[in-house]
Structures are given as C-alpha cells and as structure tokens.
C-alpha cells in the first residue's frame, strides 16, 4: 500500500473517532464558561484531555 494512502486512511480514522467520541449535538451539554472544560469533556465522554481539546479546536 503506498505511503501517502495509508496516511490518508489514519488521517480519515483519527477524524471519525473525534466525531464519533464527541458528537456535534452533544455539544450543548459542555460547559464552556468553565475553567476545567477540557477535563469535564474528559469524564463526560470518557476519552483523552487530548481528544477533547483537538475535538474543540475542530469545532
């Protein structure tokens, strides 16, 4: 498999575990005026700091 296909298909695979993680329409449940949001996504949806606050960027 060529190199540049593989990078796209993990590209693709880290984008939909972000979006399946963290759906959109959950969004209104995040408290964002909170100091401690990264963590509270964390436990909320049981995934890294790091996935909630690349999720956050995207958004």
Known sequence: MPSAFRELH????????QY??????MIKYIPFND???IK??????KVSP????ERLKQI
């Open 10 to 17: 993990e590209w693709d695979a880290n984008h939909f575990t």
């Open 20 to 25: 399946a993680a963290i759906p959109y329409y």
């Open 50 to 53: 790091e996935l909630c606050e």
């Open 35 to 37: 100091i401690d949001v």
């Open 40 to 45: 509270q996504m964390s436990e909320m949806f």
